[in-house]
């Protein structure tokens, strides 16, 4: 069957606000993703080693925050939802199939080198961003945050700057 | 008035809510087509500008939701998390997410929807995005001083900018239109396609209209504390014969008997609070009105909420709007504090008046002269409303 189209951007712009209106009015805070990224991630390192996550200063500061439990976490129930809606989603579109894509030039293999560099550099400075697109753009944006704003355009505009060196990945 | 957790949701039902608004979140990145990276980074190579018309429009859906929301009075903007602004951490940590946006592909949003509908490169992009957190977390000391580098606080970037927020708002929806003008210019140039006539579609056209009207709103149309106000001032609207009153007699002796229903509520200056107050009095002033912890305090069952002021006047606007933010229970001290002074408390006064009241009033006042003053220093007011509700806790 035929993959159906996509939203048009606009509409599915306004719905995304007014889902991100509606989490503020109930929850008093926007959306997010990295925070999740690291909640589970905290979560891994404190069953294999919870020695070391009782030792270092970061996992210190995020498990007492948290009740000693990192999936006790709002953000962490949101992309189980988000997965749980974009399945949906594609399963409504026709577009649920595994597939690895990428630029015509490229190979599957470094593609997904890629993806895993990519994944890990901009979980790296959504750390120190405090939020990635979702948390801290998307969300510092509806509430005017400078922060967030901030961060969004040093995103955009740090993705603009490097796209050249990285064309070929793509083009 | 909003936000609704922890007050009308509660903290566990709140998980709840996470989830449902995690598939509605889901469901609209999914069908924007943000689950392909061909299409993210199209943004930045000029062939498909998708993310920015759905990244702006709903950030500016947002925006104006929240400054319409809080200019009507439905929710509390101090309530609302802000993400803190550290200046160095901000922009730095953009950089490298739009380092690895050109190479992933992908952001940690819509590496997980993508995952979720089968794509293998956005699966790896996840793997790769929990070793950032690793490598962060195991290098915390080192980062550390950037990261909490030249913190600004939960500042607002009209505030930071020193505009309104109603005129950085119009901006912000003016460069969204002029945008998506330019941006659907570049794409038929990239992609060689010819331009469409521009057509004015009337969905369009009115989403915008609403939204200059919702931002602009708040610069012509007084708020709900502004029109408030005015018509406080009106003293035709003033509900004199509505709103009970309480004499001097009658409130120094609930005082003495220790009344727990009584909840005064004293709206004199600061400086003349401090310098005499009611026992367990509270200082209030007609901001606390639009405070959501303050408002709580109000409406606490069983309180009789006596408003306290200099004179008469004073105190009947400060029912008025009391009354109009749906607080029942209010009454006001007859002739306020100058009243009570001169009746209750001023010995000179009191004996001056020994002729025109009735006996038994005179000895009372006389009385109560001597043991309010002792209550008074027994029980220090409580002072100034607390607030007990905090920013929410967000970020990521």
Known sequence: MEENKYMNPYLAGFLLGLVLLATIYITGRGLGASGAVKSTTIAIVNSIAPEHTHSEKFYQEYLTEHEDNPLKNWLVFEVVGVIIGAFISGLISNRLSFKIEHGPKITNRLRIATAIIGGFLFSFGAQFGRGCTSGAALSGMAVLSTGGIITMFAIFGGAYAFAYFFRKLWL | ?396
């Open chain 2, 1 to 396: 008035m909003g936000p609704l957790v922890p007050d009308i949701i509660g903290n566990d039902l709140n998980y709840i809510v996470a989830l449902i608004i995690g598939i509605l979140f889901g469901m609209v990145l999914e069908q924007a087509g943000f689950s392909t990276s061909k299409k993210l980074v199209g943004l930045f190579y000029g062939y498909d500008f998708t993310v920015l018309r759905v990244f702006f429009t709903a950030g500016i859906t947002a925006m104006v939701g929240v400054i319409a929301l809080n200019h009507f009075g439905l929710l509390d903007i101090n309530l609302i998390y802000i993400n803190p602004t550290y200046l160095w951490s901000a922009l730095v940590g953009g950089i490298i997410m739009g380092l690895g946006f050109v190479i992933g592909g992908f952001c940690p949003g819509t590496s997980i929807c993508a995952a979720a509908i089968g794509k293998i490169d956005a699966m790896y992009f996840v793997l790769g995005s929990l070793l950032g957190v690793l490598v962060f977390a195991e290098g915390y000391p080192l980062f550390e001083g950037l990261y909490k580098a030249e913190f600004w606080g939960n500042v607002r970037i009209f505030e930071t900018l020193g505009m309104s927020q109603s005129i950085f708002a119009t901006l912000m929806v003016l460069i969204a239109i002029f945008s998506f003008w330019f941006v659907t210019k570049i794409e038929h140039k990239v992609n060689k396609t010819k331009p469409e006539k521009f057509k004015f579609s009337p969905y369009y056209i009115s989403l915008t209209t609403v939204a200059l009207i919702l931002v602009i709103s708040p610069l012509v149309m007084p708020d709900r504390r502004e029109s408030l106000l005015n018509e406080a001032n009106d003293k035709d609207k003033l509900l004199i014969n509505e709103i009970n009153k309480i004499t001097p007699d009658e409130l120094a002796l609930r005082i003495i008997r220790g009344d727990n229903t009584l909840q005064l509520i004293d709206f004199r200056p600061q400086e003349e609070f401090s310098k005499f107050a009611l026992p367990k009095s509270i200082h209030f002033t007609f901001d606390n009105f639009f405070e959501k912890d303050a408002l709580k305090q109000l409406r606490i069952k069983g309180k009789n909420n006596i408003i306290i002021t200099k004179d008469e006047n004073e105190a009947l606007k400060m029912a008025y709007i009391a009354f109009k933010l749906g607080i029942k229970n209010i009454s006001i001290l007859d002739g306020g504090m100058n009243n009570f002074a001169e009746s209750i408390l001023d010995k000179n006064s009191i004996e001056k008046t020994k002729n025109l009241v009735n006996n038994d009033t005179y000895e009372f006042r006389l009385k109560a002269s001597n043991i309010i003053p002792i209550l008074v220093e027994q029980n220090k007011s409580s002072g100034t409303i607390q607030k007990k509700s905090k920013r929410a806790l967000g970020g990521c």
